[in-house]
């Protein structure tokens, strides 16, 4: 069975938010394990520049993360692909990793140039940028669609 790791800020404060992450685990546990790694939030945020606040919550990310890690960054700046081309190019990456294969979901501001020089991948959900919450549910939903696809299931509609 496949395992991944989300690396994400921030809890899901609202309950829609954690109802779709939970549907969404729960239909993925079928092709693989769902962990979740969120770190606190660095102190003092708020008195932040844009700038600052990127790379301090980028930095919390960095240090939850281990050597041999396989790190996809998702970042609206990243490489787009198709439901079908991502499933190619996920089990290419798979045959890459060497430890964990890792999710990365940055904070309200990104990620910023030190994070992404360390992915492995850059990877666009949309070209239109969407919250940090957003994007977890987006990840689940394709990460279910991609592994229900090559194992020959019904939900993804080409």
């Known amino acids: 069975m496949r395992k991944y ?5 921030g809890r899901a404060r609202s309950g ?3 109802y779709a992450s939970n549907h969404f685990t ?4 079928r092709y693989a394990h769902v962990d979740w790694e969120i770190p606190a939030d660095p102190k003092g945020l708020a008195s932040l520049s844009n700038d600052a606040r990127r790379s301090a919550e980028s930095q919390a ?3 939850r993360l281990r050597e041999r890690d396989f790190v996809v960054a998702l970042d609206e700046t990243g ?7 991502l499933a190619t190019n996920l089990n290419r990456w798979e045959q890459q990793a060497t ?3 890792v999710w990365t979901i ?3 501001y990104g990620l910023d140039d030190t994070f992404r020089t360390r992915a492995n991948v850059i990877v666009s959900l949309s070209p239109m940028t969407l919250s940090h919450q957003l994007a977890r549910i987006v990840l689940l939903e394709q990460l279910y669609r991609v592994l229900d696809l090559q194992a020959g299931g019904s939900y993804h509609h080409s």
Not at 5 to 9: A, M, Q, R, S
Not at 26 to 29: D, G, I, Q, V, Y
Not at 79 to 85: D, L, Q, S
């Open 61 to 63: 990310l960095m240090s």
């Open 106 to 108: 940055g904070g309200a």
């Open 99 to 101: 430890g964990r294969f």
């Open 5 to 9: 790791t989300i690396l994400t800020l």
């Open 79 to 85: 490489n787009r692909y198709t439901t079908t081309e």
């Open 26 to 29: 729960s239909l993925l546990a």
């Open 16 to 18: 829609w938010l954690q």
